[in-house]
């Protein structure tokens, strides 16, 4: 187990994700990047599928990234990663290299939800030592917002606006925490930037863990979510304290909730704050919100029901 | 009288293919093509059609697959990278004798490449691009006015010949803005889709496959592919041709290339330089002929594109050694100027025809 490390110890580390990249003001991926770099205290490899994230921390002969890194293209983070750490377990026997040395893959929802769910499901089942990290901004944002299977219900996108017909996305969003737990790895978690101390703990957790690991971050993206620049911390957290997005943790099977807000919050706290979900707050729309609040509420009972399986 | 509209080449594409039946379109994002679903995702479903924005590629093109075997005009695009992992179902779409239109808004590479407009893919798109004996029919449009025409076209095209046919697009042509005339969609008589699996009652059962195991099997149903694309190099030919009559100097090039040396071999013209630019709007069929008939000893010919040199090398195939043909290219999705090519026309120009020739004045001097 990975001991914990304070703010003041985090803060005197080097930041491995250099300024200059290219992200836009007020994005959530460099905050997400940043702090998942800090918590370990590995030499570390990280592989990045293609997206806003790969295209802006590596422009023409520039990189934000200080550590050695990966992108090869957009559906196959997870298995581009898997030959780099097979390379290194082989050199490792072969007594070429001594360093330990972990594997971190970056994708955005569209290269992990969509486009990279196979390598990433062959990843984790052939079980490879990494840790595959999905920052999820619940849209194709570097291509121009277009949907993909995490954008939540009723969003407004590119390729499923919203209008007098059809009030934005009308499928429910894919739940990818779920069916990566569902791979039956030793660990699967949930984190936000919101609660930097809780995602510190769970990358450092899961560093120390040999085999596949997952995690999900909310990400948030003020130009898809039509929000303020200065609201990236601001709408993890609330999707965090409407339990949007739960944080919680499932280490070899065990679900442990590892942040409960105080006071729930309505849905519409966090809904009200984003230009993409402005049409549901119309009369006609509202019906909507209530089934928002219901699918959100029925999760968060069974999230609950299922730690307490678990409880002694 | 027809009024002309403002478009950007993308939304034309979309539009064309609405008002040319195409009532199935699936895709996925990829930059410089995103405003086609964009275009589509809210326009199909005004015309009763079906818009999917799939998972990846792959998907998107196999939805294609399905949509056409049912009988329906179905439409995919992408951009480069995405078009190359299309290729599998693409041949296997030739295969089953499948109609569908496939437009690639070429960008950059190899690789990820870049997102500006480019020609690198003339050999994935003529050549085949996925496995197998197999060809598409490839338009190479050069305006969006062209990009509607043959949009229209592409859709009859493909169920004419029962064939995957190829728009190929850049990203300059695809995301530039310019007025044309939205000429009318005017279905041509075309045979019942007796093949299309829509349903056997009363009718007997219909199978649509690419797998032949018998013997000699499959080297038949080749030779019935290899007759339909001999037909298609009788009668889909077609080609541009701007001064060619007193032309000394025959510049070849195609989609925005072309577009862009037609600016350089009007302003030479004017010069009195004796150029003209010949523009394949066919990619395959190659106009193989065509070119052949304007070869000749003191003709040179100089294809430009921009790439590293490869519809030269069917411009080569077709003057069979007749002329000289020479490149002039910007790979990596580099955009070529009328000036650069003004310049390469001048030096083409004052260059003497013959290489062994020009060695031997040069040993006179």
């Known amino acids: ?312 | 009288m027809k009024k002309k509209i403002l478009m950007r080449g993308n939304e034309a594409i979309a539009e064309a293919a609405i008002q040319a039946g195409c009532r199935f379109y699936a895709g996925y994002p990829i930059t410089p093509q995103n405003e086609i679903p964009e275009y589509l995702s809210w326009r199909m479903p005004e015309v009763e059609g079906t818009f999917i924005q799939a998972e990846s590629e792959l998907a998107a093109i196999n939805m294609v697959y399905g949509a056409s075997a049912a009988g329906s005009r179905a439409m995919t695009s992408s951009s480069s990278p995405g078009i190359s992992l299309k290729q599998e179902t693409i041949s296997f779409l030739a295969a089953a004798e499948l109609p569908a239109v496939i437009v690639n808004m070429q960008r950059g590479g190899p690789g990820l490449g870049n997102i500006s407009g480019s020609q690198a893919d003339y050999f994935q798109a003529v050549k085949g691009g996925g496995h197998g004996d197999y060809k598409t029919l490839v338009y190479a449009p050069y305006s969006v006015q062209e990009l509607w025409d043959l949009t229209l076209r592409s859709f009859d095209k493909a169920d004419e010949y029962r064939n995957p046919v190829l728009i190929l697009g850049d990203g300059i042509i695809g995301q530039m803005m310019e007025p044309f005339y939205p000429n009318p969609y005017r279905k041509p008589d075309l045979p019942e889709k007796d093949w299309a699996l829509d349903g056997c009652k009363g009718r007997a059962p219909r199978v649509i496959k690419s797998l032949y195991m018998g013997d000699g099997e499959l080297e038949m149903r080749n030779i019935v592919l290899q007759t339909k694309y001999a037909e298609m190099k009788k009668r889909e030919v077609m080609a541009d041709r701007y001064y060619l009559d007193d032309a000394e100097i025959v510049v070849v090039a195609f989609g925005i290339a072309a577009r862009i040396a037609l600016s350089s071999v009007l302003r030479l013209r004017r010069e009195g330089l004796k150029v003209g630019l010949f523009r394949p709007v066919t990619l395959f069929p190659f106009p193989a002929q065509e070119l052949f008939a304007i070869a000749g000893e003191h003709i040179r010919f100089l294809t430009i594109e921009m790439n590293a040199g490869q519809m030269v090398e069917d411009v080569r195939l077709s003057v069979n050694g007749k002329s000289q043909v020479l490149f002039h290219g910007r790979p990596g999705g580099s955009l070529l100027t009328p000036e650069e090519v003004e310049e390469k026309i001048r030096q083409v120009c004052c260059s003497h025809p013959h290489p062994v020739r020009a060695a031997l004045n040069r040993w006179d001097a």
């Open chain 1, 1 to 312: 187990m990975a001991k914990a490390v304070t703010l003041k110890e985090l803060s005197k580390k080097e930041l491995l994700f250099a300024p200059g990249h290219r992200l836009c003001a007020g994005c959530g991926a460099p905050i997400v990047v940043k702090m998942v770099l800090l918590a370990s205290d590995y030499h570390l490899v990280a592989a990045n599928a293609t997206g806003c994230l790969e295209v802006s921390s590596c422009i023409s002969d520039y990189t934000a990234w200080k550590i050695p890194w990966i992108h090869n293209a957009f559906e196959n983070a997870a298995a581009t990663l898997s030959g780099v750490e097979t390379m290194y377990r082989s050199l490792k026997k072969q007594g070429k290299i001594d360093k330990e040395i972990k594997f971190i893959a970056f994708g955005g929802d569209g290269g992990t939800y969509d486009i990279g769910f196979q390598s990433l499901s062959g990843a984790m089942e052939r079980g490879h030592d990494m840790l595959y990290i999905c920052y999820d901004n619940g849209a194709y944002m570097n291509t121009g917002i277009q949907r993909s299977s995490a954008t939540p219900f009723g969003a407004d996108t590119t390729t499923r606006p919203a209008g007098s017909v059809v009030p934005g996305k009308t499928e429910q969003r894919k739940n990818l925490t779920k069916i990566m737990a569902a791979h039956n790895i030793p660990y699967v978690a949930q984190a936000s930037p919101s609660h930097w101390a809780d995602l510190v703990r769970k990358v450092r957790k899961a560093l120390e863990i040999t085999g596949p690991k997952f995690m999900n971050i909310v990400t948030p993206c003020n130009r898809g979510w039509r929000s303020r620049t200065d609201d990236a911390i601001t709408l993890s957290r609330l999707a965090v304290d409407t339990c949007y997005w739960p944080l919680y943790e499932i280490e070899n099977g065990v679900t442990k909730i590892t942040f409960r807000p105080r006071e729930k919050k309505p849905i519409a706290d966090f809904l009200k704050t984003q230009g993409r979900f402005k049409h549901l707050f119309k009369p006609e729309n509202e019906v909507l919100i209530g089934k928002i609040q219901e699918s959100i509420d029925r999760e968060w009972e069974k999230l609950q029901k299922e730690e307490a399986c678990f409880a002694s």
